[in-house]
């Protein structure tokens, strides 16, 4: 069968880099599978690029890599991490790693890269830029993880956290964003809200999504990656 590799990164589309790192697994592997899964990442931004890395258990096991390095040049060590559904992750030792492996069956082993040089602690590799959030009683306390273009906010909260707090389809939540209280309504999917009123749903990847239908959502409400969020049960 033959390998397959993903790349992730915030080179840009117009970076010449791009088509050099798949031409260096090309020759090292000319029957390798390559997929740009994002070069589009915001420059240097951990916490959109391990957001986008959380989707690659969406893809097949393989050998998934993502540049997006703020410590580029430091001692910051290059880090090969195994995930225990198989896969190979490959990247800086900054964090942008870690939440993907909680869609791929956690870390197996970690190890720096020179030759696959000595086997890591994970306890020694750096913290992933987001915690995962927790319910507490009637509270959710989140954090934004990343935007898309479409002006909807994703939020660092699992699906099972979300199972396990309870709200039903059509049951009201209260968002606590930046001091502004928006109450909005938890449903399957935009048309069951009426064109631009907000809704909060689970999104593809295994994350909660906050948006409004046909309408930008960080356009009525400026939210900022980073920003932190609380929901409770109305």
Not at 24 to 53: C, E, K, S, W
Not at 104 to 110: D, F, N, P, Q, V
Not at 115 to 138: H, I, Q, S, V
Request: hydrophobic share 40%; charged share 25%.
């Amino acid at each position: 069968m033959k390998p397959l590799i993903t790349l992730t990164s915030d080179f840009g589309v117009q970076s010449q880099g791009i088509g050099i790192m798949e031409a260096v697994a090309l020759q090292i592997n000319p029957d390798a599978q390559i997929i740009h899964l994002m070069h589009g990442l915001p420059d240097f931004d951990l916490l959109y690029a391990a957001r986008t890395m959380e989707t690659i258990n969406y893809v097949p096991v393989g050998y998934h890599v993502c540049v997006v390095d703020p410590g580029v040049g430091t001692k910051r060590k290059p880090i090969i991490i195994k995930a225990g559904r198989g896969d190979y992750l490959i990247g800086p030792d900054n964090g942008v790693l870690i939440p993907a492996t909680r869609f791929l069956g956690g870390i197996k082993k970690s190890v720096e890269m020179e030759e696959f040089g000595k086997e890591l602690n994970p306890k020694e590799l750096a913290k992933a830029p987001y915690e995962e959030a927790e319910a507490k009683g009637n509270e959710i306390h989140a954090t934004v993880i990343s935007t898309n273009k479409f002006g909807s906010l994703h939020l660092n909260v699992m699906h099972e956290v979300w199972d396990n707090f309870n709200v039903k389809f059509g049951n009201l939540v209260e968002i606590s964003l930046k001091k502004k209280k928006i109450k909005m309504p938890f449903f399957e999917t935009f048309g069951q809200v009426d064109k631009g009123k907000p809704l909060i749903f689970k999104d593809d990847y295994g994350r909660v999504e906050i948006a409004l239908n046909q309408g930008s959502f960080i356009k009525k409400y400026p939210i900022k990656i980073g920003d932190d969020a609380v929901i409770r049960k109305v």
